[in-house]
């Protein structure tokens, strides 16, 4: 795998492999756990990858094409209300690039990675129990959707490491702190302009902070994240001892849903 790119082909995969692609000029990427024979699990709103349930929809749908979840004939179909599923590796890419989620990488290569979501400092379980952890999920649930709180790649890296973060409005996904990170160190760097009024400055502070802050966010470095195992998971779920709140914003406009 390079510096750049964790891009890998079909032939190397194995199961309990934690994939993704990008989707929507590379806005954001969807995750899975492959499970062998040509199978991906992974967490959806309602069977649709887009449809996050936030304003977030309207920039993802907009800067790319229109994608619907039309499964073939060997993908499982998604049931109503419950977000895992299964599909066939073509579907799961759906044309785009097949690339591999990196664990326990080196905090020199995880800096150097500076886009989130697409490695992490945290060990993978094994492969086993990884795939055992995304049958019983596809089976029993996953909880609602949250675009920060519970999403694809948080189910996936739950999946790879049995880890949950359970007191924090953020989950553990590295994207979603890539999304926030950004705007937000901007936003502290700003008084540092009293420091320096260099713009090149500015903009080193600015890439500085976003670093620090997907170092501290990453699951493998924060200390409210608890060992859990799927079935105790969903029965945390059954009797509301966990849960994660859905977004409630009104409908987007026809155009763009």
Not at 114 to 119: D, L, N, P, V
Not at 195 to 203: E, L, P, R, S, W
């Amino acid at each position: 795998m390079g510096l750049l790119s964790n891009r890998v082909d079909r032939e190397s995969l194995k199961p309990g492999d934690h994939i993704y692609s990008w989707r929507s000029a590379y806005i954001y990427a969807h995750h899975g756990i492959y499970v062998g024979n040509d199978k991906v699990i992974h967490f959806t709103r309602r069977g649709q990858e887009v449809g996050t349930g936030t304003v977030l929809d309207i920039l993802l749908v907009s800067s790319g094409p229109t994608r619907t979840y039309v499964p073939c004939e060997t993908c499982i179909p998604p049931l109503e209300g419950h977000g895992v599923v299964s599909s066939c590796l073509n579907c799961f890419l759906g044309g785009g690039i097949l690339y591999r989620f990196e664990y326990a990488v080196s905090h020199a290569l995880f800096l150097a990675k500076a886009r989130g979501g697409t490695c992490t400092l945290a060990v993978s379980d094994e492969g086993e129990a990884v795939v055992h952890r995304a049958n019983y999920l596809l089976n029993n649930g996953f909880g609602c959707y949250n675009v920060f709180k519970n999403n694809c790649e948080d189910f996936a890296i739950y999946c790879k490491t049995g880890q949950l973060v359970l007191e924090s409005s953020m989950g553990q996904s590295g994207q979603a702190v890539s999304i926030i990170g950004g705007p937000l160190a901007a936003v502290l760097s700003t008084p540092l302009r009293l420091v320096t009024t260099n713009i090149y400055g500015m903009a080193a502070t600015a890439v500085g902070m976003y670093c620090v802050s997907r170092y501290a966010a990453d699951i493998g470095m924060r200390k409210d994240v608890v060992k859990v195992s799927a079935e105790d998971l969903t029965r945390r779920l059954a009797i509301g001892a966990l849960q994660v709140i859905e977004p409630s914003l009104p409908a987007l406009p026809s155009s763009v849903s």
